[in-house]
């Protein structure tokens, strides 16, 4: 079975702090894609990253960061010296083998970036 | 680059009505995803097109839902008859085939049916 776990509903931090959101993954696939979304108070989804199974070198784009571990099924993602437009929901989701179209997506994990 | 276009953004019907939401994909992309989101269920894929074909749709809650592409660059989800529990907001996806899986979505359309 598919599915993706973010224990976290809601996290709230003030300007500058770094937070972790995480991520838990279940699949039997071999091969699989992980996924995260933001979805701003305006209500888009906007993509932020791609991660394939065979690549788990940890990526940094500017104050994000992705942290992918097979041996643990997670893909945290950490938001460094965060800012109050980094507010918004986040998603993790995962497509698997079976159907690469098909996106498992978590729950979401709100984040609130108090000024 | 033009992203997904979905209209309108905002709907709001009463119960029983017809209810007609409309995607245009990114230009080039062959495949294009219907999704639901509620508070309840969070995002739920509906449906998928390739190439104008419907692949998928083994989301569709029931049969008051239909999908349709006609062309490339557009693509409709009609509710009909429309109920209260529709209300979610409903966002079209697209990608293109090949180099990427990435799924770009729209802006999504927030329908409320009282």
């Known amino acids: 079975a598919q599915k993706v776990t973010q224990a976290q509903t809601e996290i709230s931090v003030v300007e500058k702090e770094d937070v972790t959101l995480d991520c838990v993954y279940e699949?039997?696939?071999?091969?699989?894609?992980l996924f995260w979304y933001k979805q701003p108070p305006s209500g888009e989804l906007v993509f932020l990253i791609r991660?394939?199974?065979?690549?788990?070198q940890n990526e940094i784009s500017g104050r994000y960061s992705w942290n992918f571990q097979k041996s643990t099924s997670s893909f945290n993602f950490t938001i460094t010296a965060s800012q109050v437009v980094d507010s918004a929901v986040y998603f993790c989701?995962?497509?698997?083998?079976?159907?690469?179209?098909?996106?498992?997506f978590g729950s979401g994990t709100k984040l609130n970036v108090k000024p | 680059d033009a992203g997904v276009i979905q209209s309108p953004r905002h709907e709001v019907t009463e119960m029983g009505q017809e209810v007609t939401l409309r995607c245009k994909p990114i230009?080039?992309?062959?495949?294009l995803f219907w999704y639901r989101q509620t508070m309840m269920r969070g995002l739920e894929l509906l449906i998928y097109?390739?190439?104008?074909?419907?692949?998928?749709d083994s989301g569709m809650p029931e049969d008051r839902f239909s999908a349709k592409m006609p062309n490339a660059s557009f693509s409709t989800l009609k509710i009909q008859p429309s109920e209260p529990r529709d209300s979610a907001v409903y966002f079209c996806a697209s990608r293109p085939t090949g180099s990427t899986d990435t799924q770009y979505f729209g802006p999504g359309t927030r329908l409320t049916v009282l």
């Open positions: 989701a995962l497509g698997g083998e079976d159907n690469f179209n098909k996106f498992y």
């Open positions: 699949t039997r696939d071999t091969t699989y894609y």
């Open positions: 991660r394939n199974s065979f690549d788990e």
């Open positions: 230009s080039g992309h062959d495949y």
């Open positions: 097109f390739n190439n104008n074909v419907p692949i998928d």
